[in-house]
């Protein structure tokens, strides 16, 4: 009997998430893509839900010009929702325009948690779902320590983290575990900042 509920026990830890995620309290998170000290775009989450249901809407809107005659060089236009349930995913789709190239996922739970970034559990993840194709990524997580960035609102004490496999990405996190600060190379060698607002 007691091996009985040992197993169940083991059943219902496997099931939980393993923390809570971590939700501003107003719903609403959003950042200024930052290039070579330019704006070049907005990235941003609305959350709703309540009862252990969780929407989660994401845009991302990015237009790089080109100095002097401001043609476009590169478009990026990404909006996504993610459905949660008892801090599980259970489906995500996306509609995506890659400088041209247009993409659309639909997809329910693969097991893995989706590379939006928000969600600060994907620190403890060594498995990522690319929320344009859906493809699994491989990844590792530095714990780089306390760190301050800078935001629209001032300086926020954050904790700073290195992501890197299949994708690279150095996060940072406020005390409360929400997202506060996201930077990467580009293509072209350039560093992207997300600066929140």
């Known amino acids: 009997m007691r091996l009985l509920a040992l197993v169940a026990g083991i059943a219902v830890a496997l099931a939980a998430p393993v923390h809570a995620l971590s939700v501003p309290s107003n719903g609403k998170l959003a950042f200024d893509v930052m290039r070579k000290g330019k704006d070049i775009g907005d ?14 809407k994401v845009a ?6 080109v100095p002097l005659i401001r043609t476009t ?26 400088d041209g190239a247009p993409h659309s996922l639909q997809t ?22 690319n929320t344009i194709d859906g493809k699994i990524m ?11 960035v800078e935001t629209k609102a001032g300086s926020v004490p954050a904790h700073h983290y290195r992501v890197s496999g299949d994708l ?13 600060q996201v930077a990467f190379k580009a293509d072209d060698g350039s560093t992207v900042i997300y600066i929140r607002k």
Do not use: C
Not at 139 to 147: F, K, T
Not at 168 to 180: K, Q, S, T
């Open 108 to 129: 329910a739970n693969k097991g893995a948690l989706p590379a939006s970034l928000w969600n600060d559990d994907i620190l403890r993840s060594s498995k990522l779902m």
């Open 168 to 180: 690279a990405r150095d996060l940072w996190y406020d005390a409360d575990g929400i997202l506060a």
């Open 60 to 65: 991302t809107d990015i237009v790089v010009k």
């Open 73 to 98: 060089a590169y478009s990026f236009k990404h909006t996504s929702v993610e459905r949660w349930k008892g801090g599980k995913l259970q489906e995500l789709s996306s509609a995506t325009n890659d």
């Open 43 to 56: 990235h941003s989450y609305s959350f709703s839900g309540g009862g252990g249901a969780l929407t989660v």
């Open 138 to 148: 491989t990844v590792r997580v530095a714990d780089l320590g306390a760190d301050t």
